[in-house]
């Protein structure tokens, strides 16, 4: 077992360390296209010889976190699939059956790669960044200040994710409890396995820190709208942060980091930095080429980079042209009834409409879906991380909560939202912030829906989750409300404390 755990800590560390730049991935700034030819046989000095060769392990980053295995299908699918708004179909453990049932243990092979792909992104980044700064002299200020801060960017949301499945809530007790490992340090061996897990509060700290960190380092903005889209700038670590102190229930951050792209009334639309606004539909930011400006960072997809065979969101969630249906729509009521069958989603909205809702019969039984995704293999749709949508959302909710709160902006926000689906919906009176919050929530599982958030959406509040697939209702302080830690992890990393 020592030998075997060794050697799989070796095989991490060196694809850590040598994949970076092999990796093709999204566009550079001087060459617009979703593929970049690699350097195969660059020695770890000549990696970083160039500006261009530099830039290009920065492209490795981006695809290193575009894996089907992280954000490229598995987040997303593991996040929604966890409550109550899905069905599952096919009873496959390759594609989530046990996640959704919440039976899974630590000796999952498909979480447990979740787990590793993102502690392999967090290497490389960290990898990177030493090698940058041991090449400073190789490129100008304010390419260090970007690369340096791209890397920072993908850190962070990784961290986040991370934090967000394995370990309890941040909002349950103030962070306190057990996190992850937080490293930090480029691992060339094996010296460092051994590393006890800090708690969730200072993982928090530490995702802050370099998101703050990526605000001050990346452009303003970039010359085209897919460079807009699919690489970080300084609206995208802004947003992620108003997702980060949400959170936390820390609903004065959320406002104060809205404010730089969030006006103060409607129209709420912004030209700071990168442009934002509402697209005119919902179905257009999910429609090629899926650079609307309010697709705030995508990962990009093509022929010759697909997520692969059963990670992708459209295999799990559609049907017919590739798609399998793993999940279906949660359209029974009772308990663990989904946000299809309630009142608050009316037939009227566009969002219920065939343009993202759409049904089949399969051994005769009649199923609905979502169809934000498509169903065509090899399932190229760009994934979506965040958008203007989910912002207005953020902020719509920590006015609603925080001491002193606007909830005029608050409601105007959510009706932005809801009203671009369906013009003439009226909420009714909704006095209170308690009573908006409760609203904007409900809004939050039809507008994000398919987009990894609902899970979260529960932890952040500290409810307990309501599982259609376990048929329970599971505490928080339930060993099944985070998912288990890898049988792997905890052999070869006693000291983490798990």
Avoid at 103 to 113: F, I, K, L, S, W
Avoid at 328 to 341: C, E, F, K, P
Avoid at 421 to 443: C, H, N, P, W
Avoid at 454 to 474: E, V
């Amino acid at each position: 077992m020592k030998k075997y755990l060794k050697s799989y800590r070796l095989q991490l560390v060196k694809a850590a360390i040598v994949a970076i730049p092999l990796i093709t991935g999204i566009t550079s700034c001087k060459k617009e296209t979703l593929q970049i030819a690699p350097e195969l046989s660059l020695s770890d000095v000549n990696a970083y010889e160039t500006p261009a060769r530099i830039e290009a392990l920065v492209t490795g980053l981006y695809s290193t976190a575009k894996s089907g295995s992280l954000f490229g299908g598995r987040y997303q699918i593991y996040n929604d699939i966890r409550a109550e708004e899905f069905i599952n179909r096919t009873s496959n453990g390759v594609t989530g059956s046990t996640v959704y049932n919440s039976t899974n243990n630590n000796g999952d092979t498909y979480v447990a790669n979740f787990w590793n792909q993102g502690y392999l992104l967090i290497n490389r980044v960290n990898v990177f960044l030493d090698g940058l700064e041991a090449n400073k002299s190789k490129v100008t200020q304010a390419q260090y200040d970007q690369f340096a801060s791209e890397a920072k960017f993908l850190r962070g949301l990784t961290y986040f994710s991370l934090v967000q499945i394995f370990a309890k809530p941040y909002i349950s007790n103030a962070g306190a409890s057990r996190g992850l490992p937080l490293r930090l340090l480029p691992e060339i061996g094996t010296a460092n396995n051994i590393l006890k897990s800090s708690s969730v509060a200072e993982i928090y700290t530490q995702i802050l820190k370099d998101l703050d960190a990526a605000e001050t380092g990346l452009p303003n903005t970039y010359s085209t709208a897919l460079l807009r889209t699919t690489r970080a700038h300084k609206n995208t670590a802004i947003a992620l942060k108003t997702r980060v102190y949400l959170t936390m229930g820390n609903y004065a951050k959320v406002v104060e980091e809205g404010d730089k792209i969030v006006p103060a009334a409607a129209p709420f639309s912004t030209s700071a930095r990168a442009p934002h606004a509402l697209a005119a539909s919902v179905r257009a930011v999910f429609t090629a080429p899926y650079t609307t400006s309010e697709s705030i960072f995508s990962f990009p997809f093509a022929d010759t980079n697909a997520p692969g065979t059963q990670n992708q969101i459209g295999y799990y969630f559609s049907w017919d042209g590739g798609g399998n249906l793993d999940y279906a729509l949660n359209t029974t009521t009772g308990t663990y009834s989904g946000i299809y069958t309630d009142p608050i989603w009316p037939a009227t909205d566009a969002r219920k409409t065939s343009a993202l809702i759409s049904t089949a019969t399969i051994s005769g039984t009649l199923y609905t879906y979502p169809t934000k995704h498509s169903a065509v293999s090899p399932f190229v749709d760009y994934v979506t991380m965040i958008r203007y949508a989910e912002v207005l959302l953020n902020v719509a909710e920590a006015e609603a909560l925080r001491a002193g709160g606007n909830l005029v902006r608050s409601r105007a926000l959510l009706d932005a939202v809801r009203k671009r689906s369906d013009a003439t919906y009226d909420f009714g009176v909704l006095a209170t912030g308690a009573q908006l919050a409760d609203v904007i929530l409900k809004e939050r599982r039809i507008e994000l829906l398919m987009e990894g958030f609902r899970y979260n959406d529960i932890a952040r509040k500290n409810l307990p989750l309501k599982s259609y697939g376990a048929n329970a209702t599971i505490p928080v302080a339930d060993v099944r409300y985070s998912l288990p830690i890898p049988a792997q992890e905890i052999i070869s990393n006693p000291a983490a404390e798990w």
